[in-house]
């Protein structure tokens, strides 16, 4: 439970307070940024939107794509196909589909696209703060169906728009890769979605691709002070512990706050930390799969 600080009138969880400030009764306590004397800085909403959308309504797989998927992440299978309905007409394009079948999906479908309207509305105050020259954009899933002849006949999955040069910036344990302006520019992102958000909130686990104009990334993580986003969502703890590890670089804004007290509660990884994890039934692990065309839908 937070309270609301005597000087900026932000409501803050506890951690962004030190104990001494906590201590104090309600509305004479104050947060830390305001404590060291830090600035409010929360952009007006922008105008326009981060997302990048499908956009289009079918597209098609060849089987040995979704028999030999190019990509997995810790519970779902990723193939590459092409976009055969809408102004993407001919554009590739991915589908995402869970190791454990349709069991657990509805679920995780929910989460991925409540993360993903959460980081559009952080990736927005960020692009309207004009911290970078290029837009950043998020991938907005979308959950369509394997259509009649297909091996994934009545199969949901989610399905957005192929980003090439992918690479991974940080992830939900605080692990980063900042070898790279890019990776940095990520990493003062997530910072500053801790700020807008009043403390209540992390965008990480950020990965995409870098274009001439623009990053695009996909599949976010939001940490939460109410853990509501799912086996990615670390909660408070996932919050301190990604602090712990978070050193500001030059895109940080230097009045941005943080938790008081950042504690390291997991070890640092590469890839995304869930909090529990199903065994993966073998006959569903793949889809059995020829050498035709398999057509997938939004409908």
Not at 33 to 62: K, L
Not at 203 to 230: A, H, M, N
């Amino acid at each position: 439970m937070g309270r609301v600080c005597a000087s900026c009138s932000r409501e803050l969880p506890r951690t962004s307070y030190t104990g001494n400030q906590w201590s104090k009764p309600v509305g004479v306590s104050r947060c830390a940024a305001c404590v060291h004397g830090h600035q409010i800085d929360i952009p007006v909403a922008p105008s326009n939107s981060a997302g990048r959308h499908n956009n289009a309504s079918r597209a098609v797989f060849e089987d040995d794509a979704l028999e030999y998927p190019f990509a997995e992440g810790a519970f779902r299978w990723v193939a590459k196909g092409t976009y055969t309905h809408g102004e993407r007409e001919g554009q590739a394009c991915v589908c995402k589909w869970f190791k454990s079948g349709s069991v657990f999906s509805k679920d995780y479908f929910t989460l991925d696209i409540k993360a993903a309207a959460k980081a559009l509305e952080i990736v927005d105050l960020f692009n309207n703060m004009g911290i970078v020259t290029k837009t950043v954009k998020i991938n907005v899933p979308a959950v369509w169906t394997g259509l009649e002849g297909s091996k994934l006949k009545g199969v949901k999955m989610i399905v957005e728009p192929f980003i090439q040069n992918y690479e991974k910036f940080n992830s939900n344990t605080g692990w980063v890769d900042e070898s790279t302006t890019w990776g940095m520019v990520m990493q003062a992102l997530s910072h500053f979605s801790y700020h807008v958000t009043r403390g209540n909130f992390v965008l990480c686990d950020l990965q995409g691709g870098i274009y001439q104009k623009e990053v695009v990334l996909s599949d976010p993580v939001i940490l939460s002070q109410t853990e509501e986003f799912g086996v990615t969502d670390l909660g408070p703890k996932g919050i301190r512990s990604f602090f712990s590890q978070h050193e500001c670089n030059p895109y940080c804004r230097d009045h941005s706050h943080k938790p008081a007290n950042p504690r390291q509660f997991y070890e640092p990884q590469e890839g995304s930390l869930m909090r529990m994890r199903r065994t993966v039934p073998t006959s569903l692990a793949r889809p059995a799969a020829s050498s035709r065309l398999r057509e997938i839908s939004e409908y």
